[in-house]
């Protein structure tokens, strides 16, 4: 199988699978439970440009050293630096985002001990989210005299108003579980701690064996549809589909005829 590993990310292992078009993206700091400072910010960029210009790579799963926390956020331990004009000030999350990049190509997230934070940033921004049956999710930036102002409006297009206020409030004193992660529609699947990664990296392959114009398209044009009224929405879907249907279409008919087996119920 060939695998090409990049060393030079330190704190971001980057392992991209030509064999089955994945991409596989380990945060690396479990002695700091895997929170980001900003030199980690700027490499996770990196990370996203690279495998946005491979296009032998055609789905992503992000995922977490450790067994303690998926992420605990922004590095507290460490200053994270802005410029000294506050104009050209940017959030960590400009530079953790896949869309942020413009990278469209489908994002699987496994998420396993803890999540919290700027965590949230990774989970807002993914396309299918994961969990294992020991995770937890919240937000802790009240308890510390924070405010929450920039990961919950992504957390509100997953879950909603009514959840995404109450982890914001609650802060440290409440933890949404794997299973009230399920039910809010969080995650959208919990497996065994042992099942985490091979999970994740089976849906990716199953996305990355599509025709890409049509999974980037696809992706693209829900994740910008948010920021649009319906009707103008709409009206830019189908310019997306005319744009793209082709490309897909000849991309499948270059493509091996696949073994058809049955769908997996969910």
Same mark, same amino acid.
């Given at each position: 199988?060939?695998?090409?590993?990049s060393?030079?990310?330190?704190?971001?292992?980057l392992?991209?699978?030509?064999?089955?078009r994945?991409?596989?993206?380990?945060?690396?700091?479990?002695?700091?439970?895997?929170?980001?400072? %900003?030199?980690?910010c700027?490499?996770?960029?990196?990370?996203w440009?690279?495998v946005? *210009?491979?296009?032998?790579?055609?789905?992503?799963?992000l995922?977490?050293?450790?067994e303690?926390?998926?992420?605990?956020?922004?590095d507290?331990?460490?200053?994270?630096?802005?410029?000294?004009?506050v104009?050209?000030?940017e959030?960590?999350?400009?530079?953790?985002?896949p869309?942020?990049?413009?990278?469209?190509?489908?994002?699987?997230?496994?998420?396993?001990?803890?999540?919290?934070?700027? *965590?949230?940033?990774?989970?807002?921004?993914?396309?299918?989210?994961?969990?294992?049956?020991?995770?937890?999710?919240?937000?802790?930036?009240?308890?510390?005299?924070?405010?929450?102002?920039l990961?919950?409006?992504g957390?509100?297009? %997953?879950?909603?108003?009514?959840?995404?206020? %109450?982890? *914001?409030l609650?802060?440290?004193?409440?933890?949404?579980?794997?299973?009230?992660a399920l039910?809010?529609g969080?995650?959208?699947?919990?497996?065994?701690e042992?099942?985490?990664?091979s999970?994740?990296?089976?849906?990716?392959?199953?996305?990355?064996?599509?025709p890409?114009?049509?999974?980037?398209?696809?992706?693209?044009?829900?994740?910008?549809?948010?920021?649009?009224?319906?009707?103008?929405?709409?009206?830019?879907?189908?310019?997306?589909?005319?744009?793209?249907?082709?490309?897909?279409?000849?991309?499948? *008919?270059?493509?091996?005829?696949?073994?058809?087996?049955?769908?997996?119920?969910?």
């Amino acid at each position: 199988m060939p695998v090409t590993s990049s060393p030079t990310f330190e704190t971001i292992l980057l392992d991209l699978d030509h064999d089955v078009r994945v991409a596989t993206i380990t945060l690396n700091r479990p002695e700091a439970l895997n929170s980001f400072n %900003r030199a980690m910010c700027e490499k996770m960029r990196t990370v996203w440009q690279t495998v946005k *210009a491979d296009e032998d790579i055609n789905a992503v799963v992000l995922r977490a050293a450790g067994e303690r926390a998926f992420s605990a956020g922004l590095d507290v331990k460490s200053r994270y630096g802005q410029p000294n004009i506050v104009w050209n000030h940017e959030d960590p999350g400009e530079l953790l985002s896949p869309k942020w990049q413009k990278m469209w190509k489908p994002v699987v997230c496994a998420v396993q001990g803890m999540c919290t934070a700027g *965590a949230l940033y990774f989970v807002n921004e993914a396309d299918i989210v994961i969990c294992s049956q020991g995770a937890t999710f919240f937000d802790s930036h009240v308890s510390a005299g924070l405010v929450s102002a920039l990961e919950p409006v992504g957390l509100m297009r %997953r879950v909603g108003l009514g959840d995404t206020l %109450r982890m *914001a409030l609650m802060g440290n004193d409440e933890r949404v579980g794997a299973q009230t992660a399920l039910r809010i529609g969080l995650v959208t699947e919990v497996v065994a701690e042992d099942e985490l990664w091979s999970r994740a990296h089976e849906i990716a392959a199953t996305i990355a064996a599509k025709p890409p114009t049509a999974t980037q398209g696809t992706v693209k044009a829900i994740w910008e549809s948010l920021d649009k009224p319906y009707r103008a929405a709409m009206d830019q879907g189908l310019i997306y589909t005319r744009l793209g249907n082709p490309l897909a279409t000849a991309e499948l *008919a270059q493509q091996e005829p696949a073994v058809k087996k049955a769908p997996r119920i969910r």
